[in-house]
């Protein structure tokens, strides 16, 4: 499978979103690495939990910008988070259930929802951030 790459069209221009952003690439290229035919079935698992750990996190940190800062499409960003929660705890499941590798499903899932999700969705957010969180404010938050 083919890892994920970060690519500066990616910014948010928010610097602690961006990272946790890159953070996010690196768990999908974990997970990528330990899904190989030898892979370890706990290792995998473990890489799945981090994923909705951080995920977690993230939308968290998102979440609070936008009600800070009275982002006006807060709920239907929030949707985007559920969804993908939920979707990736779905899949996650009925692959360990299976007993099996993590397919490349899940994998596909992953890459495709983030990098869709911050081209299209987080990207709306960013002209927003911009003129409301002072430039200084922006690459500390």
């Known amino acids: 499978m083919e890892k994920v790459s970060w690519k500066e069209e990616y910014s948010v221009g928010i610097g602690k979103i961006d990272r946790q952003h890159r953070h996010l690439f ?3 290229n974990k997970l990528i690495d330990r899904s190989g035919s030898s892979g370890d079935s706990a290792l995998v698992s473990e890489t799945l939990t981090e994923m909705l750990n951080y995920a977690k996190e993230h939308f ?5 910008l936008m009600q800070e800062y009275g982002y006006p499409e807060i709920e239907s960003h929030k949707e985007q988070h559920i969804y993908f929660f939920k979707t990736t705890a779905e899949l996650s499941i009925s692959a360990l259930n299976k ?4 397919s490349s499903e899940i994998v596909e899932f992953l890459k495709l929802w983030l990098t869709l999700h911050i081209l299209k969705c987080d990207m ?6 911009k003129a409301n969180i002072p430039a200084k404010a922006a690459l500390s938050v």
């Open 99 to 102: 007993q099996s590798m993590v």
């Open 26 to 28: 690196e768990i999908i």
């Open 60 to 64: 968290t940190t998102e979440e609070e």
């Open 124 to 129: 709306k957010y960013k002209e927003f951030f």
